[in-house]
């Protein structure tokens, strides 16, 4: 079946960067909408990076734009989460997800509201990252 499997997380000093990484088995990122979570402990999960592989537009929510870069590799059907400037309230669980919608969704609604909760997808087991102050 389809999987996602993130890789990347740690813990860091605030100020520091890491890099996430999410390889999909099962299918291909082709003009697909993938996106990236996060869930602090306590907190509701919240969008944090969005990007539509068909025309790789992408989407941030504004408490990282600046600071995390999203990114793919189709060649190597793997996601990434470039963080730098990391902060102490960056600590959570980040979950990369595949979404069933199109592209003017994935950009535009995907990280501010639940459409993620509702559409079809699939989810990886999370990686954890713990920024230090």
């Known amino acids: 079946g389809i999987q996602l499997v993130e890789s990347g997380g740690g813990s860091v000093q605030a100020g520091g960067s890491l890099r996430l990484s999410c390889a999909a088995s099962?299918?291909?990122?082709?003009?697909?909408?993938l996106a990236w979570f996060r869930q602090a402990p306590g907190s509701a999960r919240e969008g944090v990076a969005s990007i539509y592989t068909g025309d790789a537009n992408t989407s941030y929510s504004d408490f990282v734009k600046g600071r995390f870069v999203i990114s793919h590799d189709n060649a190597k059907n793997t996601l990434y989460l470039q963080m730098n400037s990391l902060k102490p309230e960056d600590t959570a669980m980040y979950y990369c997800?595949?979404?069933?919608?199109?592209?003017?969704?994935?950009?535009?609604?995907?990280?501010?509201?639940?459409?993620?909760?509702?559409?079809?997808?699939?989810w990886g087991q999370g990686t954890r990252v713990t920024v230090s102050s």
């Open positions: 099962g299918y291909t990122y082709s003009n697909y909408c």
């Open positions: 997800a595949a979404v069933a919608v199109g592209p003017a969704p994935c950009i535009r609604d995907l990280l501010s509201t639940d459409i993620a909760s509702r559409a079809a997808g699939v």
